[in-house]
């Protein structure tokens, strides 16, 4: 009888050892990187799961009932193994609290997540402990208020989201407090004015926008207050009187807009107020010729376009009015003879280009 009890238990042991296997998988075909290993009994996965990098190191750890994740999974630094981010699991679902850390252990950010969503307020750390941001989340999603904060304490921002997008007013503000930007949202798109500040409550820019499209008034300033463009758009496009200045309030450059299209020539200015570079267009708004000028009111050169491309030659003086070189473009690039000249216009150099390719090289 004794002999027969140790027969089947024998025989017991040996099914259970069948039962239970080790399994491993590799980078590669010599089976020398090991890639995961975990446990499996009666053909399930069940026990401690471990996963590893190329290099062999651990990069992630958990546990495994019936083939799903249970319990929470370690994700590991490859090179400290340091525990980066835990993450709660009920059959597979992401169910609970998880927190992601800086090196050495520092609570980096706190997220709740239900029936594998994320939800709740997510907060994000800096290294000292203090929040760096906080949002709700719901369904995954951001969903409600979302704040930014400086090391400090101080608000750096606030905006509301809507199913992910942004929603309502977006303010952003400097350490001191000040506004630097204020706008308004709507499904997500620029919606309303956008104002931006320099810190010191200078106001930067104002800019029309609907639905994300430029569309209003477009205006830059400098630090000292002073313009620096004005203009106006519509449904995206450049719409009437464009003019940028210098800082002195001198004109920079002007031009005339309809639908985007220039419809007359543009002005650039020094800031003497004296004629830099005149440019004319088709109708379609093409350039068709531009003309620089050096600040004396001496031509520099005079460019001929040919569906937006320079064509033809071009006379470069210098500021007494002396040639200093000839240029030959087709189609914008240099073709045909390059001439060089000195101060009293004796021919130099030259260089000979095919499609803009100096062929005397």
Known sequence: ???????????????????QDTIRSYYDLEESLLKEEY?????????????????????????LKDNLRHGVFADLDPTTGDTMRITPFVENIRSGESKSFFPGGILKQISMYSDNQITGVVITYYKSGQIQDQTIFSNN???????????????????????????????????????????????GELDGRETQYFEDGQ??????????????????NYPNGQPERRGNYKKGYEEGELVSYHMNGTISDKAIFKKGIHIQPTEKYFES??????????????????????????????VNFLNNLAEGEVRLYREDGSLEEIRRFQ???????????????????????EKGNNINK
């Open 141 to 187: 999603k951001p969903n409600g208020l979302s704040e930014s904060f400086y090391e400090s304490g101080k608000l750096a921002s606030k905006v509301h989201f809507s199913d992910g997008r942004y929603e309502g007013a977006f303010i952003e503000y400097a350490e001191n407090d000040q506004i630097l930007v204020s706008a308004t949202y709507k499904d």
């Open 203 to 220: 106001v930067q820019s104002k800019i029309d926008y609907s639905k994300g499209v430029l569309s209003g008034i477009y205006e830059l």
């Open 1 to 19: 009888m004794n002999r027969n009890i140790l027969l089947i238990a024998c025989c017991l042991l040996s099914n259970f050892s069948l039962a």
């Open 273 to 302: 107020g004296k004629l830099k570079q005149k440019t004319n267009f088709d109708k379609s708004g093409n350039r068709t010729l531009e003309i620089n000028y050096f600040e004396n009111g001496q031509i520099y050169f005079a």
């Open 39 to 63: 446990i499996r009994i009666n053909g399930k996965a069940n026990g401690d799961v471990k996963l590893y990098d190329e290099d062999g190191n651990l990069i992630l750890i958990g546990f």
């Open 331 to 353: 189609k914008g690039k240099l073709h045909g003879k390059r001439e060089f000249f000195d101060e009293k216009e004796k021919l130099v150099n030259s260089e000979t280009y």
